[in-house]
């Protein structure tokens, strides 16, 4: 009798604790769903990695990370999310989102963009009847207003949407320069044996950008991505977050 009622009392416990858990995962699941953040930041590594990197850190967060804008794009009116996390022009491309929380590499909120060729320096008076290279982050007519408004010309790009095919618009020259940030060509030095010249320009921009729908929702992904490792921060350019 003792041993029936014992076993009785360890399977209620039992299940118990397996309701428990199933109401903390059904939470935290419900709680992801509230969460939705999409992700658009051509990296070195694949959408579904990174998506992973960031996860690790934010439980709490439905992320989704996209390797194409018109992907990127279409989801966003398919099935709007709370926030999303990309370079300031592709932000302002989508204005029911509000820019609060940005990303900082060394404290600075900016970074220096350059014109990066072989052999030797660019001519900046040349910069109308050049080939320039550029990563696709907005499609081809905006990116191609976008990269004429920066450099304050009218001018012909060449897009690759994929970071690892940028240096081969210089290799197969397919291009006479590239429009990168300071970021890119200090990895570009480092991965290729290619005689790299960088031409300086007076355009700074902003470093990545989260943007919400709902003003009371930052402080929750704000919390998620300060938790980010050092690793996972550097996939995206920064070294810290802060709200703006």
Aim: with cysteine; hydrophobic share 40%; net charge positive.
């Amino acid at each position: 009798m003792f041993t029936n009622t014992y076993k009785k009392y360890k399977s209620l416990i039992f299940k118990k604790i397996i309701l428990s858990l199933l109401c903390v995962f059904l939470f935290a699941g419900q709680a992801a769903a509230n969460n939705l953040l999409y992700v658009f930041y051509p990296t070195d590594i694949r959408p579904k990695k990174m998506e992973k990197h960031i996860t690790r850190h934010c439980p709490e967060v439905n992320i989704t990370v996209f390797g194409k804008i018109k992907d990127f794009e279409e989801q966003i009116q398919r099935v709007p999310p709370d926030a999303i996390l990309s370079l300031p022009p592709v932000i302002k491309k989508n204005p029911n989102f509000s820019s609060h929380i940005e990303g900082l590499k060394e404290g600075q909120r900016q970074e220096s963009y350059i014109l990066v060729s072989m052999n030797k320096a660019v001519d900046l008076n040349d910069l109308g009847s050049i080939k320039i290279g550029v990563l696709d982050i907005l499609g081809r007519k905006p990116m191609k207003v976008f990269v004429s408004e920066t450099l304050g010309t009218k001018v012909k790009i060449v897009r690759v949407t994929k970071t690892e095919d940028i240096l081969n618009l210089l290799t197969f020259d397919l291009a006479n320069a590239l429009f990168v940030s300071q970021q890119s060509y200090e990895k570009f030095r480092v991965q290729s044996q290619l005689p790299l010249i960088s031409t300086k320009l007076d355009i700074k921009m902003d470093l990545i950008t989260m943007a919400v729908k709902e003003n009371d929702t930052k402080q929750v992904f704000l919390k998620c991505f300060k938790r980010l490792d050092q690793q996972t921060n550097a996939l995206l350019g920064v070294d810290q977050w802060q709200l703006k």
